[in-house]
């Protein structure tokens, strides 16, 4: 874990920023603030550092990412396929970046349940993904890929497991934030309005629980 941080994920200042934009475009989905938000797989905080809420949970593989959450953000150390300190029914938003291509097909199928369980009803999971639709000529230069999502497959994954969905944004963000060009919150907003987003490879889908099909599908 050390070593992939080390490699292929290392703290970037000028993140907060763009992350501070993806958050404000989220409330479309959203709206302006949550009672409890969980940001699972957190990373350096980028995303729940930046997230209005009355309650902010995190978690991560590496326990080393409670040295970067703001000190209103509860963190536990654990992976996605175990919520177990986690409430059912308890959470308004769930979120994941960059996650669940991580992960196998039984850990996929563990951790799909674990986020049912934990959200309210109606509660709403927002995640950002690669998409292997756009970067199927990256996608496996980082090693710990195992599952290759597109656009497609991302929702049939969502609605095969009791969820609805509210939006698929199949180009949402470039396939790294690694770049040249100048990481500020008004150029990523203005990226984000634009209905022309290039070198957009990561897709956003957005999902609703749907309790009205737990029985056909669970």
Known sequence: MSNYYTTRYTPDPGRGKVWRAIVDYLKKYTGPKHQTVL???????????????????????NPDAANYLHPAVSFQSTRATDLSHIPNASIDVAFSSNLLEHLSDDELAIAIKEFWRILKPSGIFIT?????????????????????????SLEDFF???????????????????????????????????????????????????????QGKSR
């Open 39 to 61: 940001d699972i797989g957190c990373g350096y905080g980028d995303f729940i550092n930046n997230v209005d809420a009355e309650a902010r949970f995190a978690i991560d593989l």
């Open 128 to 152: 950002m993904q690669p998409n292997f639709y756009y970067a199927y000529r990256e996608y496996f230069d980082d090693f710990t890929h195992k599952k290759a999502f597109s656009h497609r």
């Open 159 to 213: 609605l095969a497991n009791s969820f609805e969905k509210i939006a698929m944004e199949k180009k949402f963000l470039p396939f790294s934030l690694k770049s040249r060009l100048p990481k500020t919150y008004f150029l990523t907003r203005a990226y984000l309005g634009s209905p022309y987003r290039p070198f957009a490879k990561q897709m956003l889908g957005v999902f609703r629980k749907n309790e009205g099909s």
